[in-house]
């Protein structure tokens, strides 16, 4: 007997197949659109930066750390998009998506600091922008403040304080909770320890372990983001920074292995504008991760007092 199809049921399924496929395109287009208004490339120089832009409102910029990228950010944006920012995040120079140079001597400060400047411009953002800080991207906050003040309205920097005040903190951060930063100057041997294990004990509460390593295992971009140790090691332990003039507010966590509570407190000396102190207790280091809602509520306080 030969085979029965049923011819009827095949055409409304070729027509559903049809709709489906049409429907599928659609939303992936959609889909794509949505990625394309989050993401963006911006040009810097020679350098292309992943940057992201979500939310409406007053401009927000966030920046990260070490070994981090933009997504340590992620649990942090949410909050202030609904608190009215438009939230301005980009994995900064040798960092996730971002080109990372060659050399140590694209990693000076001074240097990632002015990439900041020229992606805002790009972004038509010309009005002082709120910024919160985070680790090494704390030191660029700072920089950012000292060196382009105009672009500035008021800072949060979380568990790094003023320059000054970290190069001259004590015996305790220099050789104890800090002592990595010394061996973080041996090139080669600081990379074969980090990407063979070291992570795994080093990264004591990070979120995405397996995303760090992963990051830091592509050719280059491991030396790339020790590169801003070793490019800043000794103009951060002897040079000679400026006094800061925006308004800021110190936030350090009570578990946070790496970093002392004085050379956070003590940026106060070198202050000329309003300064304020925050401790979150039980928070390790990643307070991003650990305490979004805390820092969000925080941060969100102190920007309401200088509103300009």
Not at 70 to 91: A, C, E, R, S
Not at 134 to 163: E, M, N
Request: proline share 5%; glycine share 8%.
């Amino acid at each position: 007997m030969a085979p029965f199809y049923p011819q009827n049921n095949i055409r409304r399924d070729n027509k559903l197949a049809k709709f489906n496929k049409t429907k599928f395109h659609h939303l992936r287009s959609n889909m794509n659109d949505a990625v394309q208004e989050k993401y963006r490339i911006i040009i810097v120089g020679a350098l292309k930066f992943k940057v992201g832009v979500q939310g409406k409102g007053e401009p927000l910029l966030l920046l990260h750390g070490f070994p981090d990228d933009q997504n340590v950010w992620q649990k942090v944006i949410p909050l202030m998009v609904d608190k009215g920012y438009q939230v301005i995040t980009f994995d900064q120079r040798g960092c996730g998506e971002s080109d990372a140079p060659v050399g140590r001597k694209h990693y000076k400060i001074r240097t990632i600091v002015d990439d900041i400047p020229s992606i805002l411009d790009q972004l038509n953002i010309c009005d002082p922008v709120a910024v919160i800080s985070h680790d090494w991207g704390a030191v660029i906050g700072w920089g950012l403040s000292l060196f382009h003040p105009k672009r500035v309205k008021a800072h949060v920097a979380i568990s790094v304080g003023h320059p000054q005040s970290y190069g001259r903190a004590g015996f305790k951060q220099k050789f104890i909770k800090g002592f990595y930063t010394l061996w973080f100057q041996l090139t080669g041997i600081t990379e074969y320890y980090l990407l063979h294990g070291g992570f795994n004990r080093w990264l004591l509460r990070h979120d995405d372990e397996t995303g760090v390593l992963k990051r830091m295992s592509r050719p280059g971009r491991l030396t790339a983001a020790l590169n801003w140790y070793r490019a800043n090691f000794i103009d951060i332990l002897f040079s000679k920074w400026p006094r800061c003039t925006i308004p800021t507010l110190g936030i350090w966590s009570s578990e946070d292995p790496y970093l002392t509570e004085a050379q956070l407190c003590n940026s106060e000396k070198y202050m000329d504008a309003q300064w304020q102190y925050q401790r979150i207790d039980g928070a390790g280091h990643w307070v991003p991760q650990d305490s979004p809602s805390q820092l969000a509520e925080l941060a969100g306080k102190w920007f309401e007092q200088h509103k300009r």
